[in-house]
């Protein structure tokens, strides 16, 4: 079936850090790719998107190229915030599916000043 | 515009009862998803409403069931509650119109503790 593999947490980076979350993902077909970011106590964000091969989404200093010949979305900020600290999710949707979205297991971003 | 909105936030059940949880969707949306999300994991998809209807359904038992409403409201039930459904619930409303382009507008969420 389908499935979003991301990099374990936690990962804690001083501010101005470069960040890199990997993300890579299986699909019977041509999925869209999305990442969302989760504040503490609060529901999901949608960050950013790509909805086909080679697209670069990008969103508040964060980027993330659709790549179907590794079948990766790698998240990516050149310099990160505190407020940047956040449980980061890559997912999946086939453009078949409706609106179903399959997720990863999130990542656990800690930032410190 | 208040986006999607959930109801209750918290709610704790004790093992074997019923629960309802409830969610508005974002003004113009007419398509609701649930997801259940595990502390530490990722949110796993429920079911899908759309006009009135379950169209879409992920591997969960048949003691989730939900309803839509005609004003695309949506409600999640879930019955003979065991601990591990303890999870944050979160609704999440689109349009029907699905294009690869379309997106998902998430809530709050509502976290479910089963003692």
């Known amino acids: 079936g389908d499935s979003v593999t991301q990099m374990e947490g936690p990962v804690t980076l001083s501010e101005e850090a470069f960040l890199t979350i990997n993300c890579t993902y299986t699909?019977?077909?041509?999925?869209?790719l999305f990442w969302y970011v989760q504040y503490p106590g609060e529901g999901l964000q949608l960050l950013l998107k790509?909805?086909?091969?080679?697209d670069k989404g990008s969103n508040k200093g964060f980027e993330a190229t659709y790549r179907k010949e590794t079948t990766s979305f790698h998240l990516e900020k050149g310099s990160v915030q505190v407020s940047d600290s956040a449980v980061y999710f890559c997912a999946l949707r086939l453009n078949n599916a409706g609106n179903m979205l399959t997720f990863g297991g999130g990542t656990r971003l800690m930032v410190k000043p | 515009d208040a986006g999607v909105t959930q109801s209750p936030t918290h709610l704790i059940k004790t093992r074997g009862q019923q629960v309802t949880l409830r969610c508005s969707p974002k003004s113009g949306h007419d398509t609701v998803s649930w997801y259940q999300q595990a502390l530490g994991q990722g949110p796993q998809f429920i079911f899908q409403y759309y006009e009135e209807e379950e169209r879409q359904r992920g591997n969960f038992p048949d003691r989730f069931s939900g309803h839509q409403f005609p004003n695309y409201s949506s409600e999640l039930n879930v019955n003979a509650l065991l601990l591990g459904d303890s999870a944050l619930y979160l609704c999440?409303?689109?349009?029907?119109?699905?294009?690869?382009?379309?997106?998902?507008?998430f809530g709050q969420g509502t976290r479910l503790t089963v003692v």
């Open positions: 699909a019977t077909g041509y999925p869209s």
């Open positions: 999440a409303s689109s349009a029907a119109t699905w294009t690869a382009n379309t997106e998902a507008f």
């Open positions: 790509a909805t086909k091969a080679d």
